[in-house]
């Protein structure tokens, strides 16, 4: 699964969302989600609890 559709697969519209909300670069999440899976989700978790507040 790609960073994208993982990010979609939890209720985001894209990874330039958890971009925006983070201030992280697009390459860098591209990069934890090859390298650092855990704190990957653990960012897309928390863009979800960021957008449903």
């Known amino acids: ?3 994208s559709q993982q990010a979609k697969s939890v209720g985001l519209k894209s990874l330039t ?3 925006q909300i983070t201030g992280v ?3 860098t999440l591209t990069n ?3 390298d650092k899976p855990e704190l990957f989700r653990i960012v897309l978790l928390g ?3 960021e957008i449903s507040a």
């Open 25 to 27: 670069s697009l390459n």
């Open 17 to 19: 969302q958890v971009s």
């Open 32 to 34: 934890w989600h090859r």
């Open 47 to 49: 863009c979800v609890a």
């Open 1 to 3: 699964m790609t960073p």
